[in-house]
């Protein structure tokens, strides 16, 4: 037994049945995730999430964060789907649509390779003129030029178009892309996989199905990938719950995804925001922490802290998140759509995020070998879960 969920999730609290499944390392159920939406005590949830992942952690490693210095690039924002949510690409004339030459992406990444990034994580909007003849030749040109970059590329969504342009399958367009240098998948591009949401917001691209059935031909093929999950583009909770059961349906079948990613919608240049509810922040540690939960079988869950915020995702770090995400250089998506945050944050202030809300921070790769473990010597902080239940304690 934890003696910090002892505390916390009494016999008596009505979170202690699920509070014993989670110590005995039982799988949570629908019904389970939706008590866990509904609860009162969110403290409870979070210390639950926060036990689950210090099990996934293992010895030694209970106190890990991660992050990793890379570079986000978008070769262009052209796109021709018209996703509501969606304000970085322009169809319509919004703001300037772009598409790099080979060149210009090279420059760009020569940008991020001149500060020590590690990986660039590219993707891009669905455009005719990037077809997968250009995407291998840009590919090839940066691993030629940056053989220690990690490319992780290409959503599930550029693959389905790319192979439709082409006409060929899913399975031979990753196989060109692997040959030509992608590394590994971000998440991107599964929003929310609920039919209606998705029919409300125009998404007509990649539903659930295919999304994941890229996903599991990926890792068939050896290569890992992400997971993500939209909000505030008007879901239910229950639309939530079973978006992640989904994912951890596909994770047992296939088992590549690395780490699952809760996103919130910016609505800045959309005419969503009067439609739809905006994530308050308590909902928004509810989505890392049940999802924590409800992943049993994912290693990773990321507190985005372009989305959340800085100090939202620190605060994130205790409800059972364990990644950080990246120093990131010039995100786009969720910039074009309002986020204030820093558009970069050197690895010094990541680490400083990190230690200051009382965890390690470690310097990983993509695919999550450790680069670095942080000396914190001297400069232990107790994190906010354990504050929070000495406090309980003390009552
Ligand atoms: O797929 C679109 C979302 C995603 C908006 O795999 C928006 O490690 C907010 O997938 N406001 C791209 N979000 C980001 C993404 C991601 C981010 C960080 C790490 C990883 C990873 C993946 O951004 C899109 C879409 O779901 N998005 N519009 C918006 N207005
Ligand atoms: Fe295009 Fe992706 Fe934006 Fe949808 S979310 S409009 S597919 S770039």
Known sequence: MSAVLDQMLPASHPLADIAQKVQDGKRITREDALRLYEADDLLAVGALAEFARKRKAGPGKEKYVYYIHNMHLNPTNFCVET???CSYANPEGKGKAYTWS????????RKGAELGINEIHMVGG???ACDISYYEEVLRAVKAKFPNIHMKA???????YMANLEHISYEDTLKRLVVAGLGSMPGGGAEIFDEEVRRSMHVKKTPADVWLEIHGIAHKLG???NATMLTGIGESRENKVDHVLLLRDQQDLTGGFQCFIPLKCYYEGTTIADEVEEPTPEELLRDVAISRLLLDNFDHIKAYWIQLGEKLAQIALSFGADDMDGTIGEEKITHAAGAKTPL??????MEFLISSAGYT??????VYNIRRVADLTGQAVTPLSERVAALAHSK
């Open 83 to 85: 996703c509501r949510f």
């Open 102 to 109: 080979v060149d210009q992406v090279l420059e760009e990444a």
């Open 126 to 128: 669905l455009n005719p």
């Open 154 to 160: 290409m959503t599930a969504v550029e693959i389905e």
């Open 223 to 225: 290569l890992k990938t």
């Open 344 to 349: 970069q944050l050197a690895k010094d202030k």
């Open 361 to 366: 921070p470690v310097e990983r790769d993509t």
